[in-house]
């Protein structure tokens, strides 16, 4: 089939939406689709790329507690079509498909079967709740919704009910496996990692105070910290006036430094406040073998089950991080379990099973659309044959 994979954040730059979409257009490829990246451009990039198909100009905006993207153009109508015309896709599948505006508009000139990928999860949003009787007309031209999580259905489902398929983010369980610990950090002083944008929904300050309680009864321990955002001037504050010793800020890293990393950890801490719709950072620790201890929130207990793949704490409770993060280090044992189960939990969410997985839904949808006679004028691919029995991954949820 000829598939477009649309994200509205300007790729490839770095983001979960866009790591994403990069391991579905590899699986894709690899299972003998045709696929093209609809996406817009940031900065000084160029209009087209290869596969990468770029229309209109990105810009930053706060969304969700974090940094998000919308995209803009003068000519969005007249250049969609010219590409839509051209490529002429089977399938067009939208990552986030109401962010403003380059998924809108291909989505309302698409003559394609869409499927819709919903990454995101909060409370309330505002723009959802004034904006749904307007975005309910590009709701209905979805004919297939995928949810990353429970927690990301839940989101979306009360502004735009239906059916929902659970697909979850997916990791490359080999790339973290074969990694080298970093020498001068393997010392005999427990190393507790984090990873993540310095932001206040991803909790460092609470693993600051955590640390700090721990380092005031007498324990030694090293926190490593690999992220950049606008809270890192607080907590370089907070370790100076603390005077904690043993916390390394680390910045950005390479991929290879991460992979380094994660097997350095004798263990990684997540202690996300919320609005985390997956996570997908544990899933590369625990493909690293590094145990878990993260925040009991809805995105996360998706992945970590509790005392079995990792130990879940309260947000926002310091003294309950603190009190995991010295279980683990006092019970070896414990560490090894731990790191023994999420190697084999971080196999079931590998791109291979999540991209068959992702694959089999668009057969399904396509074949329910060809038995309504409702398939679109642009799908022109062989209908897919059902597929035989196979270990699920995902299910719908209504």
Same mark, same amino acid.
């Given at each position: 089939?000829?598939?477009?994979?649309?994200?509205?954040?300007?790729?490839?730059?770095?983001?979960?939406?866009?790591?994403?979409?990069?391991?579905?257009?590899?699986?894709?490829?690899?299972?003998?689709?045709?696929?093209?990246?609809?996406?817009?451009?940031?900065?000084?990039?160029?209009?087209?790329?290869?596969?990468?198909?770029?229309?209109?100009?990105?810009?930053?905006?706060?969304?969700?507690?974090?940094?998000?993207? /919308?995209?803009?153009?003068?000519?969005?109508?007249?250049?969609?079509?010219?590409?839509?015309?051209?490529?002429?896709?089977?399938?067009?599948?939208?990552?986030?498909?109401?962010?403003?505006?380059?998924?809108?508009?291909?989505?309302?000139?698409?003559?394609?079967?869409?499927?819709?990928?919903?990454?995101?999860?909060?409370?309330?949003?505002?723009?959802?709740?004034?904006?749904?009787?307007?975005?309910?007309?590009?709701?209905?031209?979805?004919?297939?919704? /995928?949810?990353?999580?429970?927690?990301?259905?839940?989101?979306?489902?009360?502004?735009?009910?239906?059916?929902?398929?659970?697909?979850?983010?997916?990791?490359?369980?080999?790339?973290?496996?074969?990694?080298?610990? /970093?020498?001068?950090?393997?010392?005999?002083?427990?190393?507790?990692?984090?990873?993540?944008?310095?932001?206040?929904?991803?909790?460092?300050?609470?693993?600051?105070?955590?640390?700090?309680?721990?380092?005031?009864?007498?324990?030694?321990?090293?926190?490593?910290?690999?992220?950049?955002?606008?809270?890192?001037?607080?907590?370089?504050?907070?370790?100076?006036?603390?005077?904690?010793?043993?916390?390394?800020?680390?910045?950005?890293?390479?991929?290879?430094?991460?992979?380094?990393?994660?097997?350095?950890?004798?263990?990684?801490?997540?202690?996300?406040?919320?609005?985390?719709?997956?996570?997908?950072?544990?899933?590369?620790?625990?493909?690293?073998?590094?145990? /878990?201890?993260?925040?009991?929130?809805?995105?996360?207990?998706?992945?970590?089950?509790?005392?079995?793949?990792?130990?879940?704490?309260?947000?926002?409770?310091?003294?309950?991080?603190?009190?995991?993060?010295?279980?683990?280090?006092?019970?070896?044992?414990?560490?090894?379990?731990?790191?023994?189960?999420?190697?084999?939990?971080?196999?079931?969410?590998?791109?291979?099973?999540?991209?068959?997985?992702?694959?089999?839904?668009?057969?399904?949808?396509?074949?329910?659309?060809?038995?309504?006679?409702?398939?679109?004028?642009?799908?022109?691919?062989?209908?897919?044959?059902?597929?035989?029995?196979?270990?699920?991954?995902?299910?719908?949820?209504?």
């Amino acid at each position: 089939m000829k598939i477009g994979l649309v994200t509205p954040y300007a790729f490839p730059n770095p983001g979960g939406v866009n790591d994403h979409v990069a391991s579905l257009y590899r699986i894709l490829r690899a299972r003998g689709h045709d696929v093209r990246i609809i996406t817009s451009s940031h900065g000084l990039q160029k209009a087209s790329e290869g596969d990468i198909l770029r229309i209109g100009k990105g810009f930053s905006v706060p969304f969700n507690g974090s940094m998000g993207t /919308i995209t803009l153009s003068p000519t969005y109508l007249r250049q969609m079509r010219d590409v839509l015309a051209r490529e002429r896709f089977d399938v067009l599948h939208f990552h986030e498909p109401f962010v403003p505006f380059l998924s809108l508009v291909t989505l309302s000139v698409s003559t394609s079967v869409n499927v819709a990928t919903f990454h995101a999860f909060g409370g309330l949003s505002a723009s959802y709740e004034f904006g749904k009787r307007a975005l309910g007309h590009y709701a209905g031209k979805l004919h297939g919704r /995928i949810a990353v999580s429970p927690a990301a259905r839940h989101f979306i489902s009360r502004y735009f009910p239906g059916e929902y398929k659970i697909l979850p983010n997916g990791v490359e369980p080999s790339r973290y496996a074969t990694g080298v610990p /970093i020498a001068r950090y393997r010392n005999g002083v427990p190393n507790i990692l984090f990873v993540g944008r310095m932001e206040s929904r991803k909790g460092l300050i609470h693993l600051l105070r955590a640390v700090r309680k721990i380092q005031r009864d007498g324990k030694r321990v090293r926190l490593l910290i690999v992220g950049t955002g606008p809270g890192d001037r607080e907590a370089r504050r907070y370790v100076l006036t603390r005077q904690l010793n043993d916390v390394e800020f680390l910045g950005r890293v390479t991929e290879a430094q991460k992979v380094q990393l994660f097997k350095t950890a004798d263990m990684f801490v997540s202690p996300a406040t919320g609005r985390e719709s997956f996570g997908i950072v544990l899933l590369e620790a625990m493909s690293a073998g590094a145990p /878990i201890i993260c925040s009991d929130i809805h995105g996360y207990r998706g992945v970590v089950r509790r005392e079995r793949d990792g130990l879940l704490v309260p947000p926002r409770d310091p003294d309950a991080l603190a009190e995991a993060i010295r279980r683990l280090i006092d019970d070896p044992e414990l560490r090894a379990r731990l790191s023994r189960a999420g190697e084999e939990r971080a196999e079931l969410f590998s791109w291979e099973h999540v991209g068959a997985s992702v694959e089999e839904y668009y057969g399904f949808v396509i074949r329910r659309l060809a038995e309504e006679g409702r398939l679109p004028t642009g799908f022109t691919a062989s209908i897919p044959a059902a597929p035989g029995p196979r270990r699920q991954i995902g299910r719908a949820h209504v």
